[in-house]
């Protein structure tokens, strides 16, 4: 399996409180990926990275930013949680020169009350 | 611009039949194309690829693939299911050009009866 972790594993916070969610990788992959899943929707892109401070919006970003100031660690931040954002959390690495494939972490299963 | 659409939501099998799960695509460019499989509360995994190469791509576990550019299908194939088949597996379309970012298909949850 890839080196890829994600913390927490779960979390149940409160409407309006800030939210950090951390992916990190053991791989020194230059790719990395945030996607939320919920049911009926597969997986969609909220951010991604193409190098340390290289960051792009996705499809789904509003309410979302993040940070990369090392390869290993991606971070997503939500500022002011919401509970159109319960979910499970999946963050993705992908080395360059591989056609994009990606590998996943665990996931994270975010509850907003 | 890229978008996929996994015909079937639901697919039913008995085990030891075969198992299609059906997929088409479209892209602005030259895709990349893959099949990925999530267990019940697991991560995704990596079935198979197509990358431009050979049209009929082989996966883990038995499963293959044929990219038809004519139909814009990459169609998930197994000649015959197993229990531990039962899952839920994502088509995903990826453009070069645009940093790996990928459109996922919406799912198709197999069922695997005895």
């Known amino acids: 399996d890839a080196g890829i972790t994600q913390s927490p594993r779960h979390k149940v916070t409160e409407t309006g409180t800030p939210v950090t969610l951390r992916c990190h990788q053991t791989?020194?992959?230059?790719?990395m990926y945030w996607y939320r899943q919920d049911p009926g929707h597969g997986l969609r892109l909220i951010h991604y990275s193409y190098g340390v401070k290289d960051t792009d919006k996705g499809e789904v970003s509003d309410g979302y930013s993040v940070s990369r100031s090392k390869t290993e660690d991606f971070l997503l931040t939500l500022e002011s949680a919401t509970s159109s954002q319960t979910s499970v959390y999946f963050c993705?690495?992908?080395?360059?020169?591989?056609?994009?494939?990606?590998?996943f972490g665990p996931g994270t299963r975010l509850t907003v009350t | 611009a890229q978008s996929v659409t996994q015909l079937d939501s639901h697919v039913s099998v008995s085990e030891g039949t075969p198992v299609l799960l059906r997929c088409n695509y479209s892209s602005s460019y030259s895709p990349s194309l893959f099949w990925y499989v999530q267990h019940p509360n697991k991560g995704l995994q990596l079935l198979l690829k197509?990358?431009?190469?050979?049209?009929l791509v082989k996966g883990i576990n038995g499963f293959e693939a044929e990219f038809k550019k004519s139909e814009t299908s990459f169609h998930l194939t197994k000649p015959s299911a197993h229990m531990s088949d039962a899952a839920e597996y994502f088509c995903v379309v990826t453009a070069y050009t645009n940093a790996g970012k990928s459109t996922f298909g919406d799912g198709t949850t197999l069922t695997v009866k005895p």
């Open positions: 197509y990358t431009s190469a050979a049209t």
């Open positions: 993705a690495i992908s080395p360059q020169g591989s056609s994009y494939e990606q590998y």
């Open positions: 791989e020194n992959h230059r790719y």
